[in-house]
């Protein structure tokens, strides 16, 4: 039998994570051991629990107990069910543009590099790629168009952010993933010397004149590929760039220099991943 808990206060404490307390503050939730992270929408809790992320509770209208979530709840056993009248929901934050579910989930320990990259061919590393959104719609780039894996540096976004999740339609979950290290001194080196190491060429993707082509075919032919990619606005650091084996640019017409970085990794992704589809 589901819990259900109803809610009529907006102050009651069980709320606390889903209103009143910051991505951040989730993260150090239960320190020393792992924080929590929120779910939304059944697709995406789903694909978490499906990956192994475990429910902490539930947070939904009246109504989608016997609708849209009616297959989350039936998964997530003896765990809380908290609802309430869309009037008192709406108080939240966000809540109203969501699907109508939202999940607090446990968070897993993360993989090390070498995990992640077990037996990939081709796999996506972001450098400070600070945006949510962007991160989101990477992941769902990078699941769609045959990326195996993704490494992003400390100073990106936290692909378990709500929105990243969200804006990833899930893909988070289902991409194995981790970063390079605590701190900036992990990248751009040692983070490169490790994935040559492991056999991978890198590929920085930067607006340089003496960058070879996205169609080159010695390009297409390496076995193992990382596809490199810069924060928003500045792109990728000069010494990242120094680094890599291959500078790509991907061709621009009508006098446009450059693409967001979430449209830039979805041509990336496709042309240096398609030789490699399985």
Same mark, same amino acid.
């Given at each position: 039998?589901?819990?259900?808990?109803?809610?009529?206060?907006?102050?009651?404490?069980?709320?606390?994570?889903?209103?009143?307390?910051?991505?951040?503050?989730?993260?150090?939730?239960?320190?020393?051991?792992?924080?929590?992270?929120?779910?939304?929408?059944?697709?995406?809790?789903?694909?978490?629990?499906?990956?192994?992320?475990?429910?902490?509770?539930?947070?939904?209208?009246?109504?989608?107990?016997?609708?849209?979530?009616?297959?989350?709840?039936?998964?997530?056993?003896?765990?809380?069910?908290?609802?309430?009248?869309?009037?008192?929901?709406?108080?939240?934050?966000?809540?109203?543009?969501?699907?109508?579910?939202?999940?607090?989930?446990?968070?897993?320990?993360?993989?090390?590099?070498?995990?992640?990259?077990?037996?990939?061919? /081709?796999?996506?590393?972001?450098?400070?790629?600070?945006?949510?959104?962007?991160?989101?719609?990477?992941?769902?780039?990078?699941?769609?168009?045959?990326?195996?894996?993704?490494?992003?540096?400390?100073?990106?976004?936290?692909?378990?952010?709500?929105?990243?999740?969200?804006?990833?339609?899930?893909?988070?979950?289902?991409?194995?993933?981790?970063?390079?290290?605590?701190?900036?001194?992990?990248?751009?080196?040692?983070?490169?010397?490790?994935?040559?190491?492991?056999?991978?060429?890198?590929?920085?993707?930067?607006?340089?004149?003496?960058?070879?082509?996205?169609?080159?075919?010695?390009?297409?032919?390496?076995?193992?590929?990382?596809?490199?990619?810069?924060?928003?606005?500045?792109?990728?650091?000069?010494?990242?760039?120094?680094?890599?084996?291959?500078?790509?640019?991907?061709?621009?017409?009508?006098?446009?220099?450059?693409?967001?970085?979430?449209?830039?990794?979805?041509?990336?992704?496709?042309?240096?991943?398609?030789?490699?589809? /399985?």
């Amino acid at each position: 039998m589901p819990n259900i808990i109803e809610i009529s206060d907006f102050s009651a404490p069980e709320l606390d994570v889903y209103a009143r307390l910051s991505e951040n503050q989730l993260y150090h939730y239960h320190e020393p051991d792992l924080g929590l992270f929120i779910a939304e929408s059944p697709k995406v809790i789903l694909r978490a629990m499906d990956a192994g992320y475990e429910p902490v509770s539930l947070l939904l209208e009246r109504k989608h107990i016997e609708g849209e979530a009616r297959e989350v709840i039936a998964r997530c056993g003896n765990v809380p069910v908290l609802t309430a009248d869309f009037d008192v929901l709406t108080k939240l934050t966000g809540f109203s543009l969501t699907r109508g579910v939202l999940c607090a989930m446990r968070r897993k320990r993360l993989p090390d590099l070498e995990e992640v990259c077990l037996g990939a061919r /081709r796999i996506a590393v972001l450098e400070n790629v600070m945006n949510p959104t962007n991160i989101g719609a990477i992941f769902r780039s990078a699941a769609a168009l045959n990326m195996d894996a993704v490494l992003l540096t400390s100073g990106c976004s936290d692909p378990l952010y709500r929105r990243s999740a969200r804006v990833s339609m899930g893909t988070v979950f289902q991409v194995p993933w981790t970063f390079l290290g605590d701190d900036s001194s992990q990248w751009p080196c040692p983070g490169i010397n490790c994935l040559k190491n492991m056999g991978f060429k890198t590929a920085a993707m930067a607006l340089r004149d003496d960058s070879v082509s996205i169609e080159d075919p010695v390009l297409l032919s390496e076995a193992k590929l990382a596809i490199v990619l810069g924060t928003e606005g500045d792109g990728l650091a000069a010494s990242t760039i120094a680094d890599c084996d291959y500078t790509v640019r991907i061709p621009m017409s009508h006098g446009v220099d450059s693409l967001n970085v979430a449209a830039a990794s979805a041509v990336a992704f496709w042309q240096l991943g398609r030789c490699q589809v /399985r």
